[in-house]
T-cell receptor, first 116, second 116 residues
Framework: DSGVTQTPKHLITATGQRVTLRCSPR?????VYWYQQSLDQGLQFLIQ???????AKGNILERFSAQQFPDLHSELNLSSLELGDSALYFC???????????????FGPGTRLTVL | AQSVTQLDSQVPVFEEAPVELRCNYS??????LFWYVQYPNQGLQLLLK????STLVKGINGFEAEFNKSQTSFHLRKPSVHISDTAEYFC??????????????WGLGTSLAVNP
């Protein structure tokens, strides 16, 4: 158990819909990362938040957005869903990416999204 | 742009045989290197990491990896695999000169299938 929790575990929805995925980082971790894992694209970094602020963006679509709340949990919002958005979405957390030291990322179990 | 190449997408091997999963990265600047493992239907877990010091790194479950700066490689090895090692293995790199924010650059993964 990494200490990172993600809900829900599975999500099945229809095209055009909007969903919200939730992540709670490990206690004490200030940074949250979101990843998408699909069979054809592999593991793709989407976005990173640090202490409530967006820190880095990866291959995140405009239909997707995220935020990190004052209690440090994070939500990933996916809207106007398409069949191709079906994937595993992982959240990871680390202590502080700006400290000049290496900080290991700890991964949650993921949310499997199926868009029908 | 920095990149990570995992040279084999699939590696089938018999139980108790040795295995090597290959990883090359693109940059010659100082790097931190990682191998993560993803067991079926689970999140990613850190297997081992190279930050500095000895180029031979030992990880969990009997795995080890060797950092070769001249060949920009970080190959993962195990002298004798078990059925339980069947999983997806990801190589990742973060670059020391990335400023205050270090992103992990991921390989596409190698699927290790251990057969009896």
């Amino acid at each position: 158990d990494s200490g990172v929790t993600q809900t829900p575990k599975h999500l099945i929805t229809a095209t055009g819909q909007r969903v919200t995925l939730r992540c709670s980082p490990r206690s004490g971790d200030l940074s949250v990362y979101w990843y998408q894992q699909s069979l054809d694209q592999g593991l793709q970094f989407l976005i990173q938040y640090y202490n409530g602020e967006e820190r880095a963006k990866g291959n995140i679509l405009e239909r997707f957005s995220a935020q990190q709340f004052p209690d440090l949990h994070s939500e990933l919002n996916l809207s106007s869903l398409e069949l191709g958005d079906s994937a595993l979405y992982f959240c990871a957390s680390s202590v502080d990416p700006t400290s000049g030291l290496y900080n290991e990322q700890f991964f949650g179990p993921g949310t499997r999204l199926t868009v029908l | 742009a920095q990149s990570v190449t995992q040279l084999d997408s699939q590696v089938p091997v018999f139980e108790e045989a040795p295995v090597e999963l290959r990883c090359n990265y693109s940059s010659s600047v100082s790097v931190y290197l990682f191998w993560y493992v993803q067991y079926p239907n689970q999140g990613l877990q850190l297997l081992l990491k190279y930050l500095s010091g000895s180029t031979l790194v030992k990880g969990i479950n009997g795995f080890e990896a060797e950092f070769n700066k001249s060949q920009t490689s970080f190959h993962l090895r195990k002298p004798s695999v078990h059925i339980s090692d069947t999983a997806e293995y990801f190589c990742a790199v973060t670059y020391e000169n990335a400023g205050n924010n270090r992103k992990l650059i991921w390989g596409l993964g190698t699927s290790l299938a251990v057969n009896p």
